[in-house]
Nanobody
Framework: QVQLVESGGGLVQAGGSLRLSCAAS????????MGWFRQAPGKEREFVAG????????HYADSVKGQFTISRDNAKNTVYLQMNSLKPEDTAVYYC?????????????????WGQGTQVTVSS
């Protein structure tokens, strides 16, 4: 089992920044690719960003490319999501997820463990 706990969400004005963190415990963190997803009210959960086990490969949804940056620190068992130039449409619950694979993927079904989520609200 892998336990994931997100933090860093909150209320921010449009144009502002937030940094989300996800702390992992339970299994060897570096064996898992990690991803961030988000879910807005009434919408399906969607992929945001992913990072490989070693942190050398990343991939992003087109909607956040150039705006968000995913990173990880395997020594601290933590993955981050730096979110800049936030827009009201970025408002959602953000989830981190772990995939027992090298690169992770784009789909919810490719991830094995999930955190409880952290709310991000961007006001206009």
């Amino acid at each position: 089992q892998v336990q994931l706990v997100e933090s860093g969400g909150g209320l921010v004005q449009a144009g502002g920044s937030l940094r989300l963190s996800c702390a992992a415990s339970g299994r060897t963190f570096s064996n898992y690719a990690m991803g961030w997803f988000r879910q807005a009210p009434g919408k399906e959960r969607e992929f945001v960003a992913g990072i490989s086990r070693g942190g050398t490969s990343t991939h992003y949804a087109d909607s956040v490319k150039g705006q968000f940056t995913i990173s990880r620190d395997n020594a601290k068992n933590t993955v981050y999501l730096q979110m800049n130039s936030l827009k009201p449409e970025d408002t959602a619950v953000y989830y981190c997820a772990a995939s027992y694979s090298l690169y992770g993927g784009w789909a919810v079904r490719e991830y094995d463990y999930w955190g409880q989520g952290t709310q991000v609200t961007v006001s206009s």
